[in-house]
């Protein structure tokens, strides 16, 4: 395999990895596991590079939800400022941790309120990073035990 063909193909892994973490309807575990089973690259990259484009299609969940704040003082803006205070003083004590499950379905979601809920980034980005390297490295393991 060139070196061409190799950045070909962790290109194209890394935009199904981002694809799937933003609310585009992509999936990048097919992705991952053909190339895994095609014993091409090494899986410490393609989990790396997995990981970094899920997380950073997350990032774009999380800016999505911080700017949806500049709507706060619209009519058809569901919350007062205070039920957004107290949401988010709730979201930062106990809701915080549903960041961990951000590699699950539907978990796009928990990105987006992260953002409306003013997340430190460096948190988000580590709560995040780790459960999208937790998630690509499980999927490795299972490739290997069905014969990947």
Known sequence: MTVLETLAQLAGLFAAAFGAATV????????????QIADGLDLVTLIAVASIGNTLGAVVNYAMGMGLERFRNRRWFPFSPAQLARARNWYLRWGLWTLLLSWAPFGDGFTVIAGVMRTPFWLFLALVGLAKTGRYAALAWITTLAGG
């Open 24 to 35: 585009l309807p992509f999936q990048s575990e097919i992705v991952f596991a053909g190339l």
